[in-house]
């Protein structure tokens, strides 16, 4: 029998959330851990959603992040019994790709650009090395 204490989507999705916004503040695990009082092995935990997040330091990472609670929630996938139902969107691939360094460099410098030409040729060259690779 699972144990009701184990991680689940829902957590995964949560420590994404957590992970994506530490990334966008430019802040390291450690500076997080410090913050809340952990080791930045137990921030490592929550981000990956091996470990749950209770209410209360959810509330404290909401404010050390700087962002209201229900940040961690948005865009969630609908979950029947802590799995992803069968109508849910898929693991959300842009909180995903905002939550590595790269990925998170590369929309910061596209937002800079203001040409919708060339925003429009950017996307069609990572289409064509994407198909490539």
């Known amino acids: 029998m699972k144990s009701t204490k184990s991680a689940n989507d829902a957590d995964k999705y949560v420590g994404a959330r957590v992970k994506m916004r530490r990334l966008m503040m430019g802040m390291s695990q450690g500076e997080l851990g410090d913050a809340l009082n952990l080791t930045f092995q137990q921030v490592q935990k929550y981000e990956k959603g091996a ?74 060259l990572v289409k064509s090395l994407a198909s490539v690779a």
Do not use: C, W, Y
């Not at 749950?52 to 969630?76: C, K, N």
């Not at 849910?88 to 937002?111: V, W, Y």
């Open 51 to 124: 470990n749950r997040i209770g209410a209360s330091r959810l509330l404290q990472l909401s404010e050390a992040l700087d962002v209201p609670v229900a940040f961690f929630f948005e865009g969630a996938p609908k979950l029947r019994g802590g799995k992803a139902s069968a109508t849910s969107q898929p693991p959300e691939f842009a909180t995903s790709f905002l939550s590595t360094a790269d990925g998170l460099e590369l929309a910061r410098s596209f937002m800079v650009v203001k040409d919708p030409h060339l925003r429009k040729t950017i996307v069609q």
